[in-house]
C-alpha cells in the first residue's frame, strides 16, 4: 500500500534534521508503520539518491547531498522538507516504486523532475503518479525582471509561467504551473496538485517567503513523505 503524508505545523522538525522524536510521535499518529525516515540534505540541484538495496540505507548524520529520494523498498519512508518550493511524492502503485522530490525553480529548471522520473523508470516503474504538495501560488511569488529576462532567454515560450506584477518591474511567477509542464513533458501518467498556497496559509504551512517578509530570523520546514507499506 502507498502511504503518503504532508506535514506544516503540526510537525516541528529542526533544519538539520537532527531531532526527530516529533517526527517519530506524528508518525505513530498518522499510523506509519516505521520511524525509520530517509532525508537528503538538499541542495537545490538535480542529484537523485537511488536506494535499491538496503545496504544503502544511511543514517540520520551526513545525508547526501541531492533533492530527491527513489526506492523499491518496502516499508521505508523517504521525505523532503520545503517552505515555498514544490514538494513532490511520486508513485507506481502496481509496481511499488517511489520518489520524494524538491523542486524549486533552480532544481526544476535543471532538470530534478526529469532526474527523479528516469530514476524510478530505471527501477522498473511503468504508470507514475505524481501530487504536488503545498507550494507558494503564483499570485504570492513577486520575482524580478532579471529573473524572468533568464527563463525568456532560455525559452520565449516560458512566458506562459508569468504574469504582470502590481510593480512595473516585477513578475508574478507560476512554480506550480512550471512543475505541471514538467512532469507532463515527463509522461508522467497522472498528476494531482493539492493547490494549497505555503505564504497565505500561515496557520497551518510553514513558508521561507512570509518569514523573509515578516522580518524573522528563520523559519520552519514542511515535511512531505511517502512510503510503499507491506500488506
Not at 517526527?23 to 537511488?50: A, C, M, P, S, T
Not at 508522467?188 to 513558508?207: G, M, P, Q, R, W
Request: aromatic share 8%.
Amino acid at each position: 500500500m502507498i502511504k503518503y503524508h504532508f506535514f506544516g505545523k503540526d510537525l516541528i522538525i529542526d533544519r538539520p534534521l537532527s531531532q526527530r522524536s516529533h517526527l517519530k510521535l506524528r508518525l505513530e499518529e498518522e499510523g506509519f508503520k516505521n520511524d525509520l525516515v530517509l532525508f537528503v540534505n538538499q541542495i537545490h540541484g538535480n542529484e537523485v539518491v537511488v536506494i535499491d538495496d538496503e545496504k544503502k540505507i544511511y543514517g540520520q548524520q551526513d545525508l547526501p547531498k541531492a533533492d530527491a529520494i527513489v526506492t523499491n523498498l518496502k516499508n521505508l519512508n523517504i521525505a523532503i522538507i520545503t517552505a515555498d518550493c514544490a514538494p513532490i511524492l511520486l508513485f507506481d502503485n502496481e509496481n511499488k516504486i517511489i520518489a520524494a522530490a524538491h523542486a524549486g525553480w533552480r532544481g526544476a529548471k535543471s532538470g530534478i523532475i526529469e532526474n527523479t522520473v528516469k530514476a524510478m523508470r530505471n527501477l522498473g516503474a511503468k504508470k507514475i503518479h505524481a501530487i504536488i504538495g503545498p507550494l507558494i501560488s503564483q499570485d504570492s511569488y513577486e520575482v524580478s525582471s532579471e529573473f524572468f529576462d533568464d527563463f525568456l532567454a532560455e525559452d520565449k515560450s516560458n512566458s506562459k509561467f508569468f504574469k504582470d506584477g502590481a510593480k512595473s518591474d516585477k513578475q508574478l511567477f507560476d512554480l506550480p504551473f512550471f512543475v505541471e509542464e514538467k512532469l507532463r513533458n515527463c509522461q508522467v501518467a497522472e498528476i494531482e496538485n493539492v493547490k494549497i498556497d505555503t505564504y497565505k496559509n500561515e496557520k497551518t504551512l510553514f513558508s521561507f517567503r512570509r518569514s523573509t517578509h515578516k522580518g524573522e530570523n528563520d523559519c520552519g520546514r514542511n515535511v512531505s513523505l511517502i512510503v510503499a507499506e507491506s500488506q
